[in-house]
């Protein structure tokens, strides 16, 4: 007989897959209990494999921006699958999407994103921003900041947040001492260790890669002008910088957090940006852009190698441009509106059950951080009274509301969540208010 709980699929998955998922944070680690099986999703609202469903503010990590099998997202790709999975060839299509987002990343007369490669990952995009910023410098050494997560390749993974974080992994076994040893990682909102790194190491110093927004370890903000002046000080020592916006892009604002803080009045430009969970709609595809003199270093053109067969895949891309396409500034203002509405009443169901937080926002994405006072670095993060999230979760969770099964990530909201949608999280609010109020350190 076929297993369809989500208790029985798990216990399959277990015995065939490491841990029973495919990607840590699915596991439940940090809150416990039994992982969601997802059978279907349609809007603001997800089904599981007992047939339970549940307002979602996960979002698939972002891409569900529009909402989840939007119409015409769906169409498209339907559409796309119908002239042929993969090609191992180009497409007019890759070159849409690429036109596309170069045009998206344009504030105050700014247009830093001059060409791009699309990729398949989130961190494939990382890793190859990172040897194209080597390979064009002809530097090694890599600047990262603490709980700052670009992915899981090998030289990334010190101090890197969310599942390392939710794991209490100080980094990776397997990654080489050498390897390591080539990133440097400098407290997050720290400009003056920025600048101790760069006096002793700067001529080695190839780049600065930071996230645009900290979302990795809850969110956590850049304090003002702290991207602009990482940005100066990067270039004064001749190094590129890299905005991760793999999550921030195109989730915040129609330009990404880097559109966002630059139409706020705070004013830099990146070498290198890298993209992704938005640009794909939900499908496996990312990107990096920036420069033309710097892009241009990567093959065929330079000597810099990055290849994928599945890169620019055609159903991917369709995917892709139908969601930037309809992510327009009606979408962003509601997007806004309900960040703002779900963050002010969370935080007030949490006030009146006595528990001590503050609320992270970086544009529509926010969390919440169970400390006094805001957290400016990845070690003030840790600090907070983690076990509180726990039983939040899982009272929401039981209340038909799913959330992020770590404290350490963001919450999603789409064009889909509605005023129904919000009623929901609201009933199931002060249930979970109480039992984080309630609540025991281990």
């Not at 590129?240 to 830099?268: K, N, Q």
């Amino acid at each position: 007989m076929t297993p369809r709980s989500n208790s029985e699929l798990f216990e399959r998955a277990k015995a065939a897959i490491p841990g029973g998922v495919n990607s840590p944070v699915r596991a439940f680690g940090s809150v416990g209990g039994t992982p969601r099986f997802l059978v279907s999703a349609s809007g603001a609202r997800v089904t599981d494999a007992d047939g339970v469903d549940y307002v979602d503010l996960v979002g698939s990590w972002g891409p569900a921006i529009l909402g989840h099998a939007q119409p015409d997202v769906v169409r498209a790709v339907q559409e796309a699958a119908a002239r042929g999975l993969s090609f191992g060839a180009s497409t007019p299509a890759e070159t849409e999407l690429a036109e596309l987002v170069e045009a998206r990343v344009t504030a105050h007369g700014m247009s830093p994103v001059e060409k791009v490669r699309l990729v398949s990952t989130g961190t494939e995009a990382t890793m190859t921003a990172i040897r194209l910023a080597r390979g064009f410098t002809g530097r090694e050494l890599l600047v990262k900041f603490a709980g700052h997560y670009h992915g899981h390749s090998d030289g990334l993974l010190a101090q890197a947040g969310s599942g390392l974080a939710t794991l209490a992994l100080p980094g990776s076994a397997g990654v080489t001492e050498a390897t390591a040893a080539q990133t440097l990682v400098v407290p997050y909102n720290d400009p003056e260790a920025l600048r101790a790194v760069f006096a002793e190491h700067g001529e080695n110093i190839a780049a600065v890669i930071t996230e645009a927004a900290a979302a990795n370890m809850g969110v956590l903000p850049p304090e003002p002008g702290f991207n602009a002046e990482l940005t100066r000080i990067a270039h004064e020592h001749g190094a590129l910088v890299i905005l991760d916006e793999v999550l921030t892009g195109f989730r915040v604002h129609p330009a990404g957090y880097w559109g966002l803080s630059v139409s706020e009045g705070e004013m830099y430009v990146p070498d290198l940006f890298t993209f992704g969970k938005v640009i794909g709609g939900g499908m496996p595809l990312a990107a990096l852009g920036g420069r033309a003199d710097v892009m241009d270093h990567l093959a065929p053109l330079g000597p810099v190698y990055q290849a994928g067969t599945l890169s620019g895949n055609p159903v991917a891309v369709a995917a892709g441009i139908a969601t930037l396409e309809r992510a327009t500034g009606e979408v962003y203002a509601h997007l806004n509106a309900v960040a703002a509405t779900l963050a002010t009443e969370v935080s007030e169901a949490l006030s009146a059950a006595g528990v001590t937080h503050v609320v992270q926002r970086a544009g529509n994405l926010f969390s919440f951080v169970f400390a006094p006072t805001a957290p400016r670095t990845y070690a003030e993060a840790q600090a907070q009274e983690v076990f509180r999230y726990a039983p939040f979760f899982h009272a929401m969770l039981n209340a038909g509301v799913s959330l992020p099964p770590s404290v350490f990530e963001a919450w999603f909201v789409s064009a889909a969540h509605d005023e129904e949608a919000l009623a929901v999280i609201r009933a199931a609010l002060p249930a979970a208010a109480r039992a984080a109020a309630e609540a025991v350190a281990p």
